[in-house]
């Protein structure tokens, strides 16, 4: 069993940046690839960033590629996502997921363990 728990999140105007935290306690986390999804008011919950579990293969979502950052820190049991130039579009509900021995999947259903989610909010 793997428990995920997200931190970072907050209120932070357009043009700004927030970085995300997903710590994972349990399994060794070196075999998980992690994943970022987001879900906003209304909506359907999103991909938004992944890693696979060797560190070498990222992926973003169209809207926040080239604003986004994943990293992982096998050391440290922590993903990361570092976002910036923020929109208001990006206002969401963030959750981490993991996904044993994952190579960072851009649909939430090959991951098997989620956190708790946190709030990102943008204004304009």
């Known amino acids: 069993q793997v428990q995920l728990g997200e931190s970072g999140g907050g209120l932070v105007q357009a043009g700004g940046s927030l970085r995300l935290s997903c710590a994972a306690s349990g399994r060794p986390f070196s075999r998980y690839g992690m994943g970022w999804f987001r879900q906003a008011p209304g909506k359907e919950r999103e991909f938004v960033a992944s890693?696979?579990?060797?560190?070498?293969?990222?992926y973003y979502a169209d809207s926040v590629k080239g604003r986004f950052t994943i990293s992982k820190d096998n050391a440290k049991n922590t993903v990361y996502l570092q976002m910036n130039n923020l929109k208001p579009e990006d206002t969401a509900d963030y959750y981490c997921a993991a996904e044993v021995l994952g190579s960072g999947s851009v649909v939430a259903g090959p991951y098997d363990y989620w956190g708790q989610g946190i709030q990102v909010i943008v204004s304009s």
């Open positions: 890693i696979g579990w060797h560190g070498d293969n990222t």
